[in-house]
């Protein structure tokens, strides 16, 4: 069993950054791919970033977010991050982590989920 709590959501004018925090509880943290994905109002939640269980190996979205976010963990912590950088008005939606047996960009391949954060991006 893994519990997900993200933070580090709010709001930020266009071109500014924000740095997203995960934490999970529970001693397997390490053995899990991470993921980040985000859902706007009236969208499906689509998939932003993944990270394998020892960080060397990591996924983004194309063209969407690749070059500005990046993904990262700290095991020790028991924490995966989502810096972001050049946001734009159409990142706002929100943000949630999720553990899967590997690290992948499909949603059903996630078992346990965050209760998400909320970033908005003013133009």
């Known amino acids: 069993q893994v519990h997900l709590v993200e933070s580090g959501g709010g709001l930020v004018q266009a071109g500014g950054s924000l740095r997203l925090s995960c934490a999970a509880s529970?001693?397997?943290?390490?053995?899990?791919?991470m993921g980040w994905f985000r859902q706007a109002p009236g969208k499906e939640r689509e998939f932003v970033a993944a990270?394998?269980?020892?960080?060397?190996?990591?996924?983004y979205a194309d063209d969407s977010v690749k070059g500005r976010f990046t993904i990262s963990r700290d095991n020790a912590k028991n924490t995966v991050y989502l810096q972001m950088n050049s946001l734009k008005p159409e990142d706002t939606a929100v943000y949630f982590c999720a553990a899967a047996p590997a690290m992948d960009r499909v949603v059903a391949s996630y078992i346990y989920w965050g209760q998400g954060t909320q970033v908005t991006v003013s133009s």
């Open positions: 529970g001693r397997t943290f390490s053995s899990y791919g």
């Open positions: 990270i394998n269980w020892s960080g060397t190996n990591r996924y």
